[in-house]
C-alpha cells in the first residue's frame, strides 16, 4: 500500500474493533476527530453494513491506531490490511 489512498472505504468492523479505533482516535486532538468519533458511534448503534468513510478519514484512523501499543492493534490493523488488498483487487 505504497500508493495515497483515494476515493471511499467501507470497513466491516465487529464491536471490539470499534471500540478500539474510537479509544485510539479520542487520543487525538478532539477538533480533528469529533465528528469522525461521532459517526463511528452512531455506525455502532445501528451496525448496517460497513463503515463508510473517505480516505482523509481512513488516514486519520491508521494514525489513531499506530499510537496505540502494537499488542493492542495488531489483530484489526491484520483485518485493515486484508480489507484494502480486497478492496484494490476489486477495482483492478
Known amino acids: ?6 476515493g471511499r472505504f467501507g470497513l466491516d468492523l465487529d464491536e471490539r474493533q470499534a471500540v ?3 479509544a485510539a482516535l479520542v487520543e487525538l486532538p478532539w477538533r480533528t476527530v469529533h465528528l469522525l ?6 455506525w455502532t448503534a445501528r451496525r448496517a453494513g460497513p463503515f463508510a468513510l473517505d480516505a482523509d478519514e481512513l488516514a486519520l484512523i491508521l494514525e489513531a491506531l499506530a499510537n496505540l501499543p502494537y499488542r493492542r492493534v495488531h489483530g484489526l ?4 490490511r ?11
Open 1 to 6: 500500500m505504497n500508493a495515497p489512498l483515494r
Open 20 to 22: 478500539l479505533v474510537r
Open 37 to 42: 468519533v461521532a459517526r463511528l458511534e452512531a
Open 77 to 80: 490493523i491484520a483485518s485493515l
Open 82 to 92: 486484508g480489507q484494502l488488498a480486497a478492496s484494490e483487487g476489486m477495482l483492478s
